[in-house]
């Protein structure tokens, strides 16, 4: 397939330099962005003591807000969730388990483009499994991705059959987790998707596949529109299918040939819209650091922030045989923010992306992706894509499933459901 030839211009934005244009093959842009440090560094977590002390006593000394005056969770989440959970937080909750669960697996630490990038590389026993780089969101982590790996990497201890294995590459995105946190700006969806062709190329993959969802989904289509060589293809479950028709039906009423299934999902959107569902999207896209000063000096004010904006607060955190996410996995993923004083560097994606729309088709340029594009939907998600919007918005889509469960955290809530989708998604391009 001819390529477009490579376009590199260069712009000062503060003090960084960012890439800009259209990438082909990723080649020149993996020479700028590799600098010059490319080893892969073994890498082990392990917080202080001190540091678990400290987060028990700011818990324990929460200074707590009334309660709010509705009986639902339209002013936040409700005080008396926050207070359970916080109370749980500082009494039960042992961070050393999830310590342990990180460090059960291969973590790395590489230097791209100037930053320290954390990841997890579990490589599958069977031969000839496909590289697949996942990609989180905000505030997701690591954490999310964990229970895929044992999925995807050995299938046949799971339904699936030998040659549907996978090697599984996750990343922590730049600011998050135990990455580095960007000294410049002008780290956003292009530039992260160019570091994790590096990583991939400096792993020794010649060809993958990439996933994401949330700000992984924006990722991920960076990535199909920089095509570089050795990227099959990508899967989606937040794909960018708001077409300019879908956009009018946001603003008005719904064309004449939507179906019932196409209004009820406009309808769904509007009213999360409307209701304040984006408020903290554009709070952060617009002063991440008066956000990150709040939540950065208490972790109850981390909590509940994430509980209500990170949709955790619709769940029971029942404590059965097959709950996913429990309690202690989503205080994993706050803690992990708290721990590694994320708050203020991961908000910034919203403002280095600011004006980005993930799920418009005209602001991800759906247009100019050429490399295969596969999706997922799933029921409970906030923007349930139709299969006729997503082919309008992507001119090589090659797989489109809706699940019968799941949500924005699908892949936590039924981590074998969403490696079944991966398998059959990227099943054409092995």
């Known amino acids: ?178 990455s580095g946190k960007p000294t410049e700006a002008g780290w956003g969806l292009e530039r992260i998707g160019l570091a994790w062709d590096v990583l991939m190329k400096r792993l020794g993959y010649k060809h993958y596949v990439a996933q994401g969802g949330d700000w992984g989904a924006g990722v991920v289509e960076a990535m199909g529109r920089q095509a570089p060589a050795g990227l099959r293809g990508i899967h989606s479950n937040l794909p960018a299918a708001v077409t300019n028709d879908v956009g009018a039906a946001l603003g008005g009423a719904p064309p004449a040939g939507f179906t019932d299934k196409e209004r009820a999902a406009v309808d769904d959107l509007r009213t999360y819209v409307h209701n304040g569902g984006l408020a903290y999207l554009k709070m952060m896209g617009a002063r991440p650091q008066a956000v990150g000063y709040g939540l950065t000096d208490s972790p109850t004010g981390l909590a509940g922030w994430m509980l209500v904006h990170g949709g955790f607060d619709k769940w029971s955190f029942g404590e059965g045989p097959n709950q996913s996410p429990t309690k202690d996995d989503v205080l994993d993923n706050f803690t992990l923010y708290w721990l590694t004083n994320t708050a203020a560097s991961s908000a910034r994606i919203y403002w280095e992306n600011r004006g980005s729309d993930l799920i418009s088709s005209a602001a991800q340029k759906t247009n100019e992706i050429s490399v295969p594009v596969a999706i997922t939907v799933f029921p409970d998600e906030v923007f349930r894509a139709q299969e006729k919007w997503a082919r309008q918005a992507f001119k090589n889509l090659v797989y489109f499933h809706e699940a019968d469960r799941g949500g924005h955290f699908a892949m936590w809530e039924y981590p074998e459901l969403f490696a079944t989708e991966l398998r059959a998604a990227f099943k054409s391009l092995r």
Do not use: C
């Open 1 to 178: 397939m001819k390529r477009t030839k490579t376009i590199l211009a260069k712009t000062v934005l503060g003090s960084a330099l960012v890439l800009q244009g259209t990438i082909a093959g990723a080649q020149a842009g993996s020479t700028n962005l590799a600098r010059t440090d490319e080893s892969i560094r073994p890498f082990k977590v392990h917080i202080a003591e001190a540091d678990l002390r400290d987060l028990k006593k700011r818990l324990q000394a929460t200074r707590w807000p009334d309660k709010e005056t509705v009986t639902d969770k339209s002013q936040g989440a409700q005080l008396a969730k926050v207070k359970d959970l916080v109370n749980y937080w500082g009494t039960k909750y042992d961070w050393r388990k999830a310590e342990a669960k990180l460090n059960a697996y291969p973590q790395y630490i590489t230097k791209i483009d100037g930053l320290d990038i954390h990841f997890i590389h579990v490589k599958s026993r069977h031969p000839n499994a496909m590289p697949l780089i996942i990609t989180h969101g905000w505030p997701g982590s690591v954490f999310e991705q964990i229970k895929l790996i044992g999925p995807l990497t050995d299938p046949t201890k799971y339904g699936g059959k030998a040659e549907d294995a996978f090697d599984v590459v996750i990343p922590s995105l730049p600011g998050f987790g135990f």
